[in-house]
């Protein structure tokens, strides 16, 4: 099974470059990101013309998730569960072909200290608690998305100018690893131990042609998917093309059961 994680930034805007990279690539599940648009307005019919089922869950203008898979997508949740009051569109579950699948937005957090530092702060807590049900299952579990986590100095081109960033902050990063302790394994670092491996590349200051990049899109799996471990990698490809997404796809590869 191939699944591919992508912050597409407004999928309308980015509809051809998308589409000519699903064709290319075919992944079996395709997780986006900030779809940026409600949830009718997510151009679905273009993804099922290629064979995908689409379960996208959206809001004007802002964030927005969607799960795209080539089998049908069973039992789907569209909220991260912890807070009702919650209606940020940053979620969404389903099993596909026995494999829990989650594409997750996780609040950026900036700046800090204030309430969004906060709501990320309590986001994050939501997460562990869901990702403890979910590992009690004993189930293949893949949580996918922008984590707006930069987990490791090395995942970063300047840990002295995000010292302060919400994306760097110590509370962040133990947060994060406190997932990882739950005993998900993060799936890029598992297979590779390169220093400048970046999935997002800002549009200001020549970010993108200096390599000046973050490491924040992550897949994070369970035992039982952790064991189908095959492949992850980082598609710089599609960051280098004109009016690109500021971030670039994360590609998982599982084994079949």
């Known amino acids: 099974m191939k699944i591919a994680t992508w912050n597409v930034n407004s999928a309308k805007a980015r509809l051809p470059l998308i589409i000519d990279w699903l ?36 809001q004007k203008a802002y964030n927005g998730v969607a799960l795209l898979s080539k089998a049908p997508a069973e039992d789907v949740l569209t909220r991260l569960p912890g807070e009702p009051e919650d209606e940020q569109a940053r ?14 937005y996780l609040p950026n957090g900036n700046p800090v200290p204030g309430e969004k530092f906060a709501y990320k702060l309590r986001w994050m807590d939501r997460l562990y608690d869901h990702a403890r049900t979910l590992l009690a299952r004993e189930i293949p579990v893949v949580l996918g998305g922008d984590y707006n986590i930069i987990p490791e100095a090395r995942d970063v081109f300047s840990p002295q100018a995000f010292a302060g960033d919400a994306l760097f902050r110590p509370e962040s990063r133990a947060k994060f690893r406190a997932l990882l302790n739950l005993g998900l394994t993060e799936a890029y670092r598992a297979l590779h131990d390169d220093d400048r491996a970046y999935t997002f590349w800002d549009y200001q200051a020549g970010s993108w042609p200096r390599d000046n990049g973050l490491r924040i899109d992550h897949f994070l799996l369970s035992p039982q998917a952790a064991d189908r471990l095959a492949g992850c990698s980082i598609d710089r490809g599609p960051r280098g093309l004109e009016k690109a997404s500021d971030h670039t796809p994360v590609v998982l590869e599982l084994r079949d059961a």
């Open 91 to 104: 979620y969404v579950e389903a099993t596909v072909s026995g494999v829990r699948i989650a594409s997750l």
């Open 23 to 58: 064709r290319t690539t075919s992944p079996d599940v395709v997780l986006f990101q900030e779809i940026k648009c409600e949830t009718a307005a997510f151009p679905a019919a273009a993804f099922e013309e290629l064979g995908y089922h689409v379960n996208a869950v959206g």
